[in-house]
């Protein structure tokens, strides 16, 4: 009988920590009724500052309706980049809401919520071009950001790279007619064409894939759920689609979300 009542007593603790009638001590939180999230405040479309001077971009709005589902007041922390999992090792804040890649190296570290977008190298042209397809770009000349992987991407596939020091300016270029196409991260450059309304597109095939994170500090396995929880119902009920779209222009959710390993 005891084997049997477990099942049942777990389902009711973690239904309890969702529905927000569990204590801070339950749900692993640094502060009583607070959920408190680092995030840069200077990645767009990440993290930015509105007009207004507030906090605003794709982990804000997702953190902040993650905390309204828990029943918490949103609370960021406004952190360096390379102090963030210090911070969050000491106990800081909850978790970190910057663009985090899952990779397997990191997940020794800390434990990622469910993957909560997804990213990766993607082709960018102009309305008319021809290229529709990564094989497309085969003798084409190609703007990437100097230093970085998308060169290797581009000259895989045949294409000459001409390297720029700002991704912008490859952009330009591109409009420009200097260039056939630009290779760079898929929400940079959606970001990029929304807010300066460039006459741009993206080949809809991916060069590469990565998904981003949420990490926590090791051993707090409610509130990882808890957050897994409230990002599962927010795509679900079309929340998460209504939150990012108006910033990219498309809903970046993972087709197959990366687990949390506990």
Known sequence: MRLTLLPVLAAALVGGLISGSASAADLELVRPGKLLVATEG???????????????????????EVAKRLGLEYEPVVIKWEALLVGLAADQYDYASAAMDITAERQKQVTFADGWLESGGRIVTKKDSPIKAPADIKGKTVGVLVSS?????AED??????AY???????????????DAVITDSIAAAYAIEASKLPLVMVDEYLSHIQKGF????????????????L???IA?????KLTTPLIGYSPVPKDPIKSQF
């Not at 990440?46 to 804000?60: T, Y």
């Not at 992987?149 to 991407?153: E, H, S």
């Not at 020091?165 to 260039?179: H, P, T, Y």
């Open 42 to 64: 200077t990645y767009p479309p990440f993290s930015m500052r509105a007009p207004d001077g507030q906090l605003d971009g794709l982990e804000v709005r997702v953190s902040k």
């Open 149 to 153: 992987t998308w060169q290797k991407l």
């Open 157 to 162: 596939r045949g294409a000459t790279a001409k």
């Open 165 to 179: 020091k700002a991704e912008s300016d490859a952009l330009q270029d591109l409009v420009n007619g200097n260039i």
């Open 215 to 230: 990490p926590f500090k090791k051993g707090k396995p409610n509130l990882v759920k808890a957050v897994n929880k409230a």
């Open 232 to 234: 599962a119902d927010m």
């Open 237 to 241: 009920d079309g929340t998460y689609a």
